[in-house]
């Protein structure tokens, strides 16, 4: 296997605009519509990440699907930033919920464990 194998993660939602408000305003970004794959029917409904193919790390989407439900699934995705409590302390606001405050997981930085407004609990990583 090669080194840092994931490139690429999805987020199956059940609201897309909810979703994407609280994602945008949490991470302070703005996701991108993408078109349906070629072959899937036109109910899938995909916003990506912002993303640098050049870059290291791995790009993703929010993707709502008939037959793919949000909420816990055995999968977690881990968000860098620079302070994950930044982030963290973003989320109730965006109708989120914080599971476990930033916490340390010396040496190897800090992680913050929150629900978005899907029931998808995801991570949030720093170094600090």
Known sequence: MKPNPVVWFEIYVQDMARAQRFYETVFRCTLQPLATPTGL???MQLLAFPGDMTSMGS???????????SGGG???V?????DCAVEQ?????AGGQVFKPKFSIAPHGHIALVV???GNCIGLHSMT
Do not use: H, I, N, Q
């Open 41 to 43: 029917d036109g109910s």
């Open 89 to 93: 302390g973003r989320v109730e606001a």
């Open 59 to 69: 790009g993703g989407m929010l993707v709502k699907m008939d037959g793919m439900p």
């Open 116 to 118: 978005d407004t899907e």
């Open 74 to 76: 055995g999968t977690l």
């Open 78 to 82: 881990y968000f860098a930033c620079d």
